[in-house]
């Protein structure tokens, strides 16, 4: 499938993504600042949001860059959006972490002005890769939506099983061979490490049981029917073969109602179905 994305436009929003992650990991202050059109704004997992007042000490100790060494910075995905409003780029980083490698996958969220200047950015990546420690990020966006695209009919089928607790139908909208990438670091949910990689659409239909049914536990509702997930959707970039989708997932039969900040890239292959999903949520 062919992006419809102005492939010039790509290249310098994807050009503006790997020179922020070029800066964070260099620790160049100066460097980042100059991307931004107006103050410099970033928001991470880490250190939250920061607009020019704490980004001096953000960009100097960014946590992938100092809690860990980072070896090397690929960039794996770009998604820029048809009006140049927004771009996702998302990036594989190797970690040395005492002595041992870390995989540690990115998602660049960038915004633009109509100057086409880069005004804002929102960085999602599995902060326990970095620090050992599962992470919960809460709200990061508000309730109502900053920019939706068209959302193609597979994913609202997707998104209508997850809503609905059917883990079935959600699996069914993958290609045979269709991969589910939760970026952690485990295959089994139950040792709460993070939904790994998922290839093939029964191993797809298996993880997703297994996360309906630790969601009904944690609700008291363990063996009853599977209760789904509220999704806000608040940001859709598109271009025509990759749908990137920045969220809240709203639990509602959490005991606290609790809500999980996230963005997920989905992938169409040639038969229209997801070829890939790569799920950037710390929720599982």
Request: glycine share 12%; hydrophobic share 35%.
């Amino acid at each position: 499938m062919t992006s419809t994305t102005d492939p010039t436009l790509a290249d310098t929003q994807a050009d503006v993504a790997q020179a922020l992650i070029r800066g964070l990991v260099e620790g160049d202050v100066a460097g980042v600042k100059a991307l931004f059109a107006g103050p410099a704004d970033i928001d991470d997992p880490a250190a939250g949001r920061q607009i020019d007042g704490g980004f001096d000490r953000l960009v100097r100790e960014w946590a992938p860059a100092h809690i860990t060494r980072v070896t090397s910075v690929e960039l794996a995905h770009h998604t820029a959006g048809k009006d140049g409003r927004f771009s996702a780029t998302e990036f594989h980083l190797v970690l040395d972490k005492d002595g041992q490698d870390k995989d540690l996958d990115i998602v660049v969220v960038s915004e633009f002005g109509e100057d086409g200047g880069l005004v804002r950015n929102r960085l999602y990546y599995r902060l326990a890769r970095v620090t050992g420690v599962q992470h919960q990020r809460t709200r990061i966006l508000g309730e109502e939506p900053i920019h939706l695209a068209p959302f193609n009919p597979v994913l609202d089928q997707y998104q209508k099983a997850l809503r609905q607790g059917d883990p079935d139908g959600q699996a069914d909208t993958f290609s045979e061979d269709g991969v589910f990438n939760g970026h952690g670091e485990s295959q089994d949910l139950r040792d709460g490490l993070g939904m790994g990689v998922y290839e093939g659409r029964d191993a797809i239909r298996a993880v997703l049981r297994q996360m309906f049914d630790i969601g009904a536990e944690e609700a008291g509702h363990q063996g009853e029917e599977h209760a789904g997930a509220h999704i806000e959707k608040l940001n859709v970039i598109d271009d025509g073969v990759t749908t990137v989708l920045e969220f809240n997932i709203v639990h509602e039969n959490h005991p606290l109602n609790r809500t999980s900040a996230g963005v997920a890239a989905y992938e169409l292959g040639e038969d229209g179905l997801l070829k890939e999903a790569r799920v950037y949520d710390e929720a599982w």
